[in-house]
């Protein structure tokens, strides 16, 4: 694709993240791409995602250039422009993100000469019984080093329909969105619906929606399932519930999961990839599902989201199993696949995945 406008992202708190925002802009100027900081970060009241994009002259690529919170910022702005994101590794776990440092003046050539492969992830939005505010005195509880905070997501106004179905809220999230009790000691007490049915009522310490993309984040340490991000569904994922039924609970993309503060609960956050943009008193209600929109993550190869997993959460063997033997490769990787596997997606062992276990 003919990349023209570049937005970074940069963890500006992180040396090497600035020296590689420098290669990026110096790529830049030597193929007449335009390139602007998207300065996240900046001093004072926080902008939306279109206010940051608008800013930066509508870019087609975005460059992140940091950690996972890095590339969900970037994500955010991306889904808003309809942009390609580019998640360069200077984090310290760099789940999300695809390419190493060194790598990123080669990543860039691949975006410019289309050998890249574009992967299509699934977004969250949100409906909500009411405008989401945040009361002003939280921002200084929270602001321990964080930077400012965004500002509540804005009402859509392509999408009005009855009161019955509350308010569409500008929201995209790639991970996922957390309802969290606000009292340190104090569940929240919550309805939950999937597809407008009743599932049960929680009392918990949060209760979080996540994609695919997000159950290996805040869902995965509560426990829930880890999915694979070529999959599409709703993780709905109770933080500590004070119940029996603790499962996690796996929605259809079609399918709503709404959660409901009841009347006897104390007020509730609203976390969207780990931002708070929200406060739910009892009695209001958010709905959360698939958005229309989706991510377009660039790709330099076949994804290899397995072996990510073990490698980048270090994923340990049983001590009993590594006493019992090595764990060879499964499958040759010189012959192609017989016929009843060819429709299989299998990326290529890469070179350094024959280690044993
Ligand atoms: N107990 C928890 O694990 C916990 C608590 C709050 C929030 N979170 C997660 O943090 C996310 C925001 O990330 P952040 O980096 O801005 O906050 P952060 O700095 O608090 O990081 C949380 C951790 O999650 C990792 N992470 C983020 N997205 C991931 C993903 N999709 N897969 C695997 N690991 C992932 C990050 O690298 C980091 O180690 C939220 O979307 C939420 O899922 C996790
Ligand atoms: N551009 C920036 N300038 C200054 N500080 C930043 C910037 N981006 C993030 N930080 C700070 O760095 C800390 C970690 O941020 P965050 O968790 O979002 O980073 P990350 O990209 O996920 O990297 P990591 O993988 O290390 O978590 C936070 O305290 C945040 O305030």
């Given at each position: 694709?003919?990349?023209?406008r570049?937005?970074l992202?940069?963890?500006?708190?992180?040396?090497?993240?600035?020296?590689?925002?420098?290669?990026?802009?110096?790529?830049?100027?030597?193929?007449?791409?335009?390139?602007?900081?998207?300065?996240?970060?900046?001093?004072?009241?926080?902008?939306?995602?279109?206010?940051?994009?608008?800013?930066?002259?509508d870019?087609?690529?975005?460059?992140?250039?940091?950690?996972?919170?890095?590339?969900?910022?970037?994500?955010?702005?991306a889904?808003?422009?309809?942009?390609?994101?580019?998640?360069?590794?200077?984090?310290?776990?760099?789940?999300?993100?695809?390419?190493?440092?060194?790598?990123?003046?080669?990543?860039?050539?691949?975006?410019?000469?289309?050998?890249?492969?574009?992967?299509?992830?699934?977004?969250?939005?949100?409906?909500?019984?009411?405008?989401?505010?945040?009361?002003?005195?939280?921002?200084?509880?929270?602001?321990?080093?964080?930077?400012?905070?965004?500002?509540?997501?804005?009402?859509?106004?392509?999408?009005?329909?009855?009161?019955?179905?509350?308010?569409?809220?500008?929201?995209?999230?790639?991970?996922?969105?957390?309802?969290?009790?606000?009292?340190?000691?104090?569940?929240?007490?919550?309805?939950?619906?999937?597809?407008?049915?009743?599932?049960?009522?929680?009392?918990?310490?949060a209760?979080?929606?996540?994609?695919?993309?997000?159950?290996?984040?805040?869902?995965f340490?509560?426990?829930g399932?880890?999915?694979?991000?070529?999959?599409?569904?709703?993780?709905?994922?109770?933080?500590?519930?004070?119940?029996?039924?603790?499962?996690?609970?796996?929605?259809?993309?079609?399918?709503?999961?709404?959660?409901?503060?009841?009347?006897?609960?104390?007020?509730?956050?609203?976390?969207?990839?780990?931002?708070?943009?929200?406060?739910?008193?009892?009695?209001?209600?958010?709905?959360?599902?698939?958005?229309?929109?989706?991510?377009?993550?660039?790709?330099?190869?076949?994804?290899?989201?397995?072996?990510?997993?073990?490698?980048?959460?270090?994923?340990?063997?049983?001590?009993?199993?590594?006493?019992?033997?090595?764990?060879?490769?499964?499958?040759?990787?010189?012959?192609?696949?017989?016929?009843?596997?060819?429709?299989?997606?299998?990326?290529?062992?890469?070179?350094?995945?024959?280690?044993?276990?």
């Amino acid at each position: 694709m003919t990349v023209n406008r570049v937005g970074l992202v940069v963890h500006g708190g992180r040396a090497e993240a600035v020296a590689a925002a420098r290669t990026v802009r110096a790529w830049c100027a030597e193929h007449g791409v335009r390139c602007a900081d998207i300065d996240v970060w900046q001093e004072g009241a926080r902008h939306s995602a279109r206010e940051e994009v608008d800013s930066a002259g509508d870019p087609d690529l975005i460059v992140t250039l940091g950690g996972d919170g890095t590339f969900l910022r970037g994500a955010r702005l991306a889904a808003e422009n309809d942009a390609l994101v580019l998640g360069v590794d200077l984090g310290r776990v760099g789940f999300l993100t695809e390419v190493p440092a060194p790598a990123v003046r080669e990543a860039l050539d691949a975006v410019r000469e289309e050998r890249i492969n574009i992967e299509s992830r699934m977004l969250l939005t949100l409906r909500a019984s009411c405008r989401l505010e945040v009361p002003t005195q939280m921002e200084a509880l929270l602001r321990y080093g964080r930077g400012p905070m965004l500002p509540p997501p804005r009402v859509r106004s392509d999408c009005t329909a009855g009161s019955d179905w509350g308010v569409a809220l500008d929201v995209t999230a790639l991970n996922d969105v957390v309802v969290e009790k606000l009292s340190r000691d104090r569940q929240v007490s919550v309805a939950v619906y999937l597809a407008g049915r009743l599932l049960a009522c929680y009392s918990a310490d949060a209760l979080l929606v996540a994609t695919p993309t997000g159950s290996t984040a805040y869902s995965f340490a509560a426990g829930g399932p880890v999915v694979s991000p070529r999959a599409e569904g709703l993780v709905f994922t109770p933080v500590a519930p004070h119940m029996v039924f603790n499962r996690s609970v796996v929605a259809a993309p079609d399918e709503p999961v709404a959660l409901r503060v009841l009347q006897g609960s104390g007020q509730a956050a609203v976390s969207i990839d780990g931002q708070l943009r929200g406060v739910l008193s009892p009695g209001d209600w958010i709905g959360v599902y698939a958005a229309p929109r989706r991510l377009k993550a660039v790709r330099l190869g076949p994804t290899d989201f397995y072996g990510r997993l073990r490698e980048r959460m270090h994923l340990t063997d049983a001590p009993a199993a590594l006493a019992d033997g090595d764990a060879a490769p499964l499958w040759p990787v010189t012959t192609p696949p017989p016929a009843d596997l060819a429709h299989l997606a299998l990326p290529p062992v890469p070179g350094d995945a024959s280690r044993t276990c």
